[in-house]
């Protein structure tokens, strides 16, 4: 019978994705070895001890800026050019690291209203787009908002 | 003048490392060797005095030390390449050493990488710009390096114009480059410095002077009259105030300080706010 003898697959075959599928993770790892080993042994390679690079606790660098805090280089006094007083403040400002504090607007309306107004904005802009037979559906709640209650009428497939 | 250089090639001679702790704010001479203040206890005189005991003598906790413009790293220590005096400066935020640099005067810029200068375009080929910033070469500029350039909209840029920029490229190897925006593409003050005013070389050394956050010179000038200043660190300054002669003042004045006492500049600005 055909199921008795079993057909010889090929090791390029065995290494394809899908046949790795149902393998251990042992089996899996052994291939791998193996594959590694037979690439190691063609790739060259130079036979040199590693040389591990000195770790220097001197950095060197040829810039002032680190050195010295100086100030920003456009300067204006007494007003003649506002926008360079703008920058010389805001650049200074910068170089000292001055936290800004940011003001939190004033909302004029919170939070929760907002979301409020805008559960009962849903029902009133829906009851203007609605057909008229729909419009009965929509009904007014105790609060006087506009809330649509029934489900609309959907098509009906007919049963066989 | 000769008895001072005797005693110094005397003690370069000697060639024996000083600690750069105790040589803070004096003069050192090019070839001296600097030892950070880890390798002082090492290197100190053997068994003279009590040695404080260490529990991890193989492991020294290093930190990091910058070595600024006028020192170079030589093996642990510090070369020293200028002459002039050793500053120092603490870390601010912990991350360890401070910075070590020399002090020294000069005339000649040298290009450095993140310096905001004067430059004078020299050329327009393409799509760069030539500019002239005092160094062995000129530096380019490109014409999208500008706030809100692009190839339709190009700046507004003619040969002997003034630019404002600082360098991304400057380096031994390769031609220095500059633009007129900063990482986020905003201009901050940089590009096309505008029409008058007069441009004049002083020392690098001055430049520092003058943008040192506590100067006086700097506070004193701007309550004479309205003016603009624009330092390079190259060395250039360009003034600017309401009529030609208040800006030949104002020129003359920051050439001459550098050479004044106090005293000097203090009569020199009573006067001037007498008239």
Request: aromatic content about 6%; charged content about 30%.
């Amino acid at each position: 019978m055909a199921a008795e003898r079993k057909t010889k697959l090929s090791k390029n075959l065995l290494r394809m994705k899908f046949m790795q599928r149902g393998l251990d993770s042992e089996t899996k790892k052994q291939l791998e070895e193996e594959e590694k080993k037979i690439i190691g042994e063609e790739h060259w390679y130079l036979d040199l001890p590693a040389l591990t690079e000195k770790e220097s606790f001197i950095i060197e660098e040829q810039s002032f800026l680190l050195c010295e805090d100086l100030l920003y280089g456009r300067m204006s006094f007494r007003g003649f050019n506002p926008e360079v007083e703008k920058l010389m403040l805001q650049m200074n400002a910068k170089n000292k690291a001055e936290v800004v504090e940011d003001k939190t607007e004033e909302v004029d309306v919170s939070d929760e209203e907002m979301a409020r107004r805008y559960e009962t904005l849903v029902g009133t802009i829906g009851k203007k787009f609605a057909k008229k037979r729909d419009r009965a559906s929509y009904e007014e709640d105790e609060n006087g908002d506009v809330k649509l209650i029934k489900a609309k009428k959907m098509f009906l497939k007919p049963h066989d | 003048m000769a008895e001072v250089v005797a005693v110094a090639a005397e003690s370069l001679a000697g060639s024996r490392a000083r600690a750069a702790r105790t040589v803070l704010n004096q003069v050192v001479l090019p070839g001296e060797e600097l030892l950070l203040p880890e390798q002082e206890d090492a290197e100190g005189p053997g068994g003279g005095g009590e040695r404080p005991l260490r529990l991890n003598a193989g492991a020294r906790s290093r930190v990091r030390v910058v070595c600024g413009p006028g020192l170079r790293r030589c093996g642990d220590r510090l070369l020293v390449t200028k002459c002039g005096r050793l500053r120092h400066k603490e870390p601010g935020s912990g991350s360890g050493g401070g910075v070590y640099w020399v002090d020294s005067q000069q005339k000649r810029y040298v290009p450095v990488k993140g310096d905001h200068v004067i430059g004078i375009v020299t050329a327009k080929s393409g799509d760069i710009f030539k500019v002239d910033v005092g160094g062995s070469e000129p530096a380019s500029l490109s014409y999208l390096a500008f706030e809100g350039a692009t190839k339709r909209n190009r700046p507004n840029v003619q040969v002997g114009d003034l630019i404002y920029g600082q360098f991304v490229v400057a380096n031994k190897d390769m031609e220095p480059e500059m633009v007129c925006i900063d990482s986020c593409g905003r201009a901050n003050g940089m590009g096309v410095i505008g029409h008058d005013g007069l441009l004049f070389k002083v020392t690098l050394g001055l430049i520092r002077k003058l943008l040192a956050p506590d100067c006086e010179i700097i506070q004193e000038v701007g309550k004479l009259y309205p003016l603009e200043i624009v330092f390079g660190m190259n060395g250039r300054i360009w003034v600017k105030a309401k009529t030609i002669q208040q800006t030949l003042i104002l020129a003359n004045i920051l050439e001459a300080c550098e050479h004044m006492t106090t005293d000097q500049r203090k009569q020199i600005f009573s006067r001037l706010a007498e008239s």
